[in-house]
């Protein structure tokens, strides 16, 4: 079955920037998407289609995919970007859903 | 408004079946390209994907426990169905709904707000 690999913490100081990455075999062939989880809610959707911002997510969120990794960017990072992030795709071999590890996101 | 809530019993016994229902508004299932997805995320640990199902009825379900899951719409009411069978502690889980609103192999555009079950005796 196909998997994502996602590192378990990522720490950015306040208004720098923080990149999580997905990995997985030949993950740039595939539409990558990512989510957002605060404690205690349910995940948000930030990126979609590898690059793509649903309305109302700043655009300091950014997104990019190619050969085997996938990359969230959070730019200027701000304190309520502090959540666990997921990458996910639909592996076409078994059309299900694959979420990544997740990435606990810490802003110092 | 698209909106999905989960509802179902938030205790279950071991070797029980769990039936969740995912009640949505804003949107018909029955629209070319929709599909509602269960997902569920243990205390702790990531997100798992468990089952699908399609405007047109198509249902796909994780390798892993396919042997235990069957997922079900009724349009007319604008609810999907989850059932687990013979269910253990490990199950013990938030199960969230959420949609799809394009492509099958789209994102997850809006979620339910979860709901927790807890699998002891």
């Known amino acids: 079955s196909y998997e994502l690999t996602q590192p378990l913490s990522v720490s950015v100081a306040l208004g720098q920037t923080a990149r999580i990455t997905c990995g997985g075999n030949?993950?740039?062939?595939?539409?990558v998407h990512w989510y957002q989880q605060k404690p205690g809610q349910a995940p948000v959707l930030v990126i979609y289609?590898?690059?793509n911002r649903p309305s109302g997510i700043p655009e300091r969120f950014s997104g990019s995919n190619s050969g085997n990794t996938a990359t969230l960017t959070i730019s200027r990072a701000q304190a309520g970007d502090e959540a666990d992030y997921y990458c996910?795709?639909?592996?076409?071999?078994?059309?299900?859903?694959?979420f990544g590890t997740g990435t606990k996101v810490t802003v110092l | 408004q698209v909106t999905l809530r989960e509802s179902g019993p938030a205790l279950v016994k071991p070797t029980q079946t769990l039936t969740l229902t995912c009640t949505f508004s804003?949107?018909?299932?029955?629209?070319?390209?929709?599909?509602v997805s269960w997902i569920r995320q243990p205390p702790g640990k990531a997100l798992e994907w468990l089952a699908r199902?399609?405007?047109?009825?198509?249902?796909y379900y994780s390798t892993s426990l396919k042997t235990r899951l069957t997922i079900s719409k009724d349009t007319s009411k604008n609810q999907v169905v989850l059932t687990m069978t013979n269910m253990d502690p490990v199950d013990t889980a938030t199960y969230y709904c959420?949609?799809?609103?394009?492509?099958?192999?789209?994102?997850?555009?809006?979620w339910g707000q979860g709901t927790m079950v807890t699998v002891s005796s």
């Open positions: 959420a949609r799809i609103p394009g492509t099958p192999d789209d994102a997850f555009d809006i």
């Open positions: 804003g949107f018909s299932l029955s629209t070319s390209g929709m599909c």
């Open positions: 199902i399609d405007w047109d009825d198509d249902k």
């Open positions: 030949n993950i740039g062939s595939k539409n």
């Open positions: 289609r590898d690059s």
């Open positions: 996910q795709v639909w592996d076409s071999s078994t059309a299900g859903g694959v």
